[in-house]
């Protein structure tokens, strides 16, 4: 049996003259929890609506459990959980009855009362969804996903919009499933999400790859472990050009990105005092000078030269 749950190659998807997938390629092992990391409008959705037999490839190859989409898919979509970006539920029905209604869906799974227990959700099982909050409503979505027992769960932005609290139990729900040796497909744009989560990231943007590995290998391939921030006085440029930060002890790489020069260092003790005597020398003050680790959205940074969070509409 491959140890491919989920593959596509030169997957492309059009609506018109957008492209909103541009020849990706992308394979999920069995048993690891992948993400799909991005901004708004990176083709995040459209990959994993593909994946999950809801929309349709304009070209390429998909497969999913070593089976392609046809037909109704019916065999197909009782071995899979989908968890949408947004799930709306009859207001006036009770907890325990969504759920019931979800299982019925299934030729074998779980229990409605343990679909609940995985996410902590069964004292409001007599509940009307109606009286929920929004983190509840969430855990609701999760429990109808994972009532059918899938072997493969979509998580489609399952943290958007939550309070932190309620972030950090669906980040516990999804730690569970890991430990029982489920396929994960996540789509986020919470660094820290991908970083704890994450088995392995692919980066995308405009429906294209920009790169994969382990959170771990992506940050490494900066080439440092820290960022320092910089923003000065004066012009456009604050009066300085890239290569003469690049000259400073332990500088490994320099952008211009949103108003901020970005430098990327090994050590930030001995870049301190050249920076701020180059400033100095130049009738300049940093106006807003931070530091911080390396995260994921460095990397996105400096292969995208924007933000993770910045708006555009997904079509």
């Not at 459990?65 to 709306?88: A, M, S, Y």
């Not at 072997?151 to 890991?178: C, H, M, N, Y």
Request: aromatic content about 4%.
């Amino acid at each position: 049996m491959s140890n491919a749950a989920l593959r596509c190659i030169g997957l492309v998807r059009r609506y018109g003259d957008l492209v909103a997938v541009n020849g990706l390629d992308l394979e999920v092992h069995r048993g690891e929890c992948f993400g799909l990391l991005g901004p708004n409008g990176a083709g995040k959705t459209t990959t994993v609506e593909i994946f999950e037999g809801l929309n349709q490839a304009t070209s390429g190859e998909v497969e999913v459990l070593g089976e392609c989409w046809q037909g109704d898919g019916r065999d197909l979509r009782t071995r899979i959980g989908v968890q949408l970006q947004e799930t709306k539920f009859p207001e006036k029905l009770r907890v325990g009855e969504v759920v019931a209604l979800w299982r019925s869906f299934y030729p074998s799974g779980l229990e409605p009362e343990a679909a609940l227990r995985r996410v902590d959700l069964e004292e409001k099982q007599r509940d009307f969804v109606r009286n929920l909050s929004g983190g509840q409503k969430q855990r609701l979505s999760l429990a109808c996903a994972l009532v059918g027992d899938p072997e493969i769960l979509f998580l489609d932005e399952p943290t958007t919009g939550l309070d932190p609290t309620s972030r950090r139990q669906i980040w516990a729900i999804v730690e569970d499933l890991k430990q029982r040796g489920r396929t994960v497909l996540l789509t986020t744009h919470y660094m820290e999400e991908a970083s704890r989560l994450c088995d392995r990231v692919a980066v995308i943007d405009r429906g294209r790859r920009l790169a994969q590995g382990t959170p771990t290998q992506l940050i490494a391939s900066l080439g440092a472990e820290h960022v320092v921030e910089l923003e000065t006085t004066g012009d456009a440029n604050g009066g300085i050009e890239a290569s003469l930060f690049e000259d400073l002890p332990g500088v490994e790489s320099v952008a211009r990105i949103d108003g901020a020069w970005r430098l990327t260092v090994r050590e930030i003790a001995p870049l301190l005092a050249p920076l701020l005597a180059l400033l100095a020398g130049r009738g300049l003050e940093a106006s807003r000078l931070a530091t911080h680790h390396a995260t994921l959205e460095d990397v996105f940074l400096a292969l995208a030269g924007r933000g993770l969070t910045e708006e555009e509409a997904e079509s």
